[in-house]
C-alpha cells in the first residue's frame, strides 16, 4: 500500500452509514466512561470520513 493511501475504497466511502450509541443505563454512562467515549469517538470517525 501506498503510504497515504486509504484501504477505504470510494465505492464505500460512498454508502450511507448509521451509528448507533447505546449505554443501557445511567449507571453504565457512570461507571463505563471509557466504553461510552469510545462509542462517540467511532461515531466522530464515521462522520468525517462522510
Do not use: P, W
Not at 14 to 39: F, G, K, N, P, W
Amino acid at each position: 500500500m501506498i503510504r497515504g493511501e486509504s484501504k477505504v475504497t470510494r465505492s464505500r466511502l460512498e454508502r450511507v452509514a448509521i451509528v448507533y450509541v447505546c449505554q443501557s443505563t445511567l449507571v453504565q454512562i457512570r461507571e463505563h466512561t471509557e466504553s461510552t467515549r469510545r462509542q462517540y469517538d467511532l461515531a466522530d470517525l464515521a462522520a468525517r470520513m462522510g
